[in-house]
């Protein structure tokens, strides 16, 4: 397989309306699908963030169900030149900061939750050589 990137990211929310504010007010990803009390799609970058309501799809037959809990992790890739610009964006919006790793690599990246209490990562482009 020559797989080129991972286009979909999937989180899960039992409140999709905290999803909206948070991905698509207070973020700023661009709503490219939704339906109500089911998911909300966000476009970030070339890829796709689908937030699902987890009661809604452990019940689906196709798209085969898929359903989750607790807290998953994903990481948002901004470019190097606007990396600490960003940090101080989501700080001056009120988002806190949970944790910046200075990386063996040289790099940094760091952490912030969602309302839903997953972790998400902001790293710099070329993070991973």
Known sequence: ????????TCL???NLEEARSFYHNRLGLPII???????????????????FNPQNSRTKISPPSHYGS???HFAFEVE??????????????GIEITDSVAWPNGKE???FNDPAGHVLEIVPTGFWG
């Open 1 to 8: 397989m020559n797989i080129t990137q991972i286009k979909e």
């Open 109 to 111: 990246s760091f952490y």
């Open 80 to 93: 190097a030149s606007e990396y600490v610009a960003h940090k101080n964006e989501l700080q001056q919006k």
């Open 12 to 14: 899960y929310f039992t």
């Open 70 to 72: 607790g807290k998953y």
């Open 33 to 51: 699908g939704e339906v109500e009390d089911q998911h909300i799609f966000f476009r970030a970058g070339s890829s796709v963030l689908l937030c």
